[in-house]
C-alpha cells in the first residue's frame, strides 16, 4: 500500500509566483489536511478537506491561499503571489475517518519543501 | 501560551539510557498523538491515545487525561532513535489538530 504521497518533495519559486502543492492520499481514504511548518517552529493547521468540500479552513491565510480535493486526483495546496515568509515545509495528511473520534490516525506525507528566492 | 507545550525542547543521551518527553495539553481532546520526524524527512504516526498506556516495542505512551498530560519513554535507547518527537493533540471541538513545538533528541554511541 501506497502510502501519502506529496509532490514535489522541494519547490523554489521566486516572490510573485505561484507555487502549486499536491498531495494524493493513501488509497481508501477521503480525509485530507495540510499543515504548515515554518522554520523553527512547530506544525501549524491549515485546512481540513474532504472529497470536494472544504470542511475547516480556519487556519488558511485569508488571501493568496486556496485548498481543494477534487472528486478526481490528488488534493492541491495554491500559494499565489508567493512572498519570502512562505518559505515553509508544507506537510499532508490523510485519514479514513474523521480523525481520533472514528479511531482513525492520520497518516502523514513526506512534506514539501517550499523555498521562495 | 500554546495549546500543548512540551519539554525538553533538546535532549541528548547516552546510548541505552532510559528517556522520557513530557506533553501538557490546555485543550479538550479526543485523543493525542506522538509523531516522530527525522532531520528533512516525513512524519511517522507513533501513538494515538486517548486513555492509559500504549506499548510499541522499546517505546511507551502514558496519558493521565485528568491532569491534561502525556509522556513518551524511550527505554534501551538507540542512535537511530534521535530525532524530533512531536506531540499533538486532536481537539473535541471543531476540527483542529494543534501540534507541540517538538523535543528533538540526540542518542549519542
Known amino acids: 500500500n501506497a502510502g501519502v504521497m506529496q509532490n514535489p518533495r522541494h519547490l523554489v519559486r521566486r516572490r510573485g509566483q505561484e507555487a502549486r502543492l499536491r498531495c494524493s492520499p493513501m488509497k481508501g481514504h477521503s480525509h485530507v489536511y495540510w499543515y504548515r511548518q515554518l522554520p523553527e517552529e512547530g506544525l501549524k493547521f491549515m485546512v481540513y478537506?474532504?472529497?470536494?468540500?472544504?470542511?475547516?479552513e480556519s487556519g488558511m491565510p485569508k488571501e493568496r491561499f486556496s485548498a481543494e480535493f477534487p472528486k478526481e486526483g490528488p488534493s492541491i495546496l495554491r500559494i499565489q503571489q508567493v512572498v519570502r515568509g512562505d518559505s515553509a515545509a508544507y506537510f499532508c495528511a490523510s485519514s479514513p475517518l474523521r480523525g481520533a473520534r472514528n479511531g482513525q490516525p492520520q497518516h502523514f506525507g513526506d512534506g514539501t519543501r517550499l523555498s521562495i528566492l | 501560551k500554546n495549546e500543548v507545550e512540551q519539554s525538553p525542547q533538546n535532549l541528548t543521551a547516552q546510548e541505552g539510557e532510559f528517556i522520557t518527553i513530557n506533553c501538557s495539553y490546555s485543550?479538550?481532546?479526543?485523543?493525542l498523538h506522538w509523531l516522530q520526524q527525522h532531520p528533512g524527512g516525513g512524519i511517522v504516526s507513533l501513538f494515538m491515545?486517548?486513555?492509559g498506556k500504549k506499548k510499541h516495542g522499546r517505546l511507551i505512551a502514558t496519558i493521565n487525561i485528568q491532569e491534561k498530560h502525556s509522556s513518551l519513554h524511550i527505554t534501551a535507547s538507540h542512535p537511530r532513535d534521535s530525532a524530533v518527537y512531536i506531540c499533538?493533540?486532536?481537539?473535541?471541538?471543531?476540527?483542529?489538530?494543534?501540534f507541540g513545538t517538538g523535543t528533538s533528541l540526540t542518542v549519542i554511541p
Open positions: 499533538a493533540v486532536d481537539s473535541n471541538t471543531g476540527n483542529q489538530f494543534y
Open positions: 491515545l486517548s486513555s
Open positions: 485543550v479538550g481532546i479526543s485523543a
Open positions: 478537506l474532504q472529497k470536494e468540500n472544504i470542511i475547516d
